[in-house]
Nanobody, 122 residues
Framework: QVQLVESGGGLVQAGGSLRLSCAAS????????MAWFRQAPGKEHEFVGA???????YYADSVKGRFAISRDNAKNTVYLQMIGLKPGDTAVYYC????????????????WGQGTQVTVSS
């Protein structure tokens, strides 16, 4: 079992920045691929980006150049740094984990956090 706890969400103006954190426990963190998804009201979960166990990253086209994912294995934490935020980025952001490799589909992840709300005002 993996427990994931997100933090860092909030209200920000368009063009602003936020950093989300996801603290993991329960498994060897360095073996996990860690992903971020988001879900806007009335929409499906959308893949945002992920980092695999070797620190390789992969991003959705919609966030490339604006979002960056990093991991600190000593702190069992993954981060999502977001800059240039747009109203369209408003969503609940979820952290997800699975073994080793990056997947881009919601259903491919076994472990989920409770989510943190990000609201971008225009």
């Amino acid at each position: 079992q993996v427990q994931l706890v997100e933090s860092g969400g909030g209200l920000v103006q368009a063009g602003g920045s936020l950093r989300l954190s996801c603290a993991a426990s329960g498994r060897t963190f360095s073996n996990l691929a860690m992903a971020w998804f988001r879900q806007a009201p009335g929409k499906e979960h959308e893949f945002v980006g992920a980092v695999d166990w070797r620190r390789s990253t992969y991003y959705a086209d919609s966030v490339k150049g604006r979002f960056a994912i990093s991991r600190d294995n000593a702190k069992n934490t993954v981060y999502l740094q977001m800059i240039g935020l747009k109203p369209g980025d408003t969503a609940v952001y979820y952290c997800a984990a699975q073994d080793y490799t990056i997947m881009t589909m919601y259903s491919q992840y076994n472990y989920w956090g409770q989510g943190t709300q990000v609201t971008v005002s225009s």
